[in-house]
């Protein structure tokens, strides 16, 4: 706990929150990314495109 404390007087509140955030919402957004590829997959086989189309857009090419 003195740890952050000192951080937080060397670097200022807002960056150790920032830093904090990342931290701790790393996992929850690694999660809603592989829900949107899923999704991404899952609606571009509704459309009827084929796996090498839904590839392209999931690599971005």
């Given amino acids: ?3 952050i404390f000192k951080l937080a007087s060397n ?3 807002p960056m150790v ?3 904090y955030l990342l ?3 790393e996992p929850v ?3 809603l990314q592989k829900s949107i590829t899923s999704l991404t997959i899952v609606v571009a086989r509704q459309n ?3 796996i090498e189309e839904i590839n ?3 690599n971005g090419k």
């Fill in 29 to 31: 957004i690694k999660e």
């Fill in 11 to 13: 670097y200022g509140f």
């Fill in 1 to 3: 706990m003195e740890e």
């Fill in 56 to 58: 392209e857009i999931i």
């Fill in 48 to 50: 009827g495109m084929d």
């Fill in 17 to 19: 929150v920032a830093g």
């Fill in 23 to 25: 931290v701790r919402l």
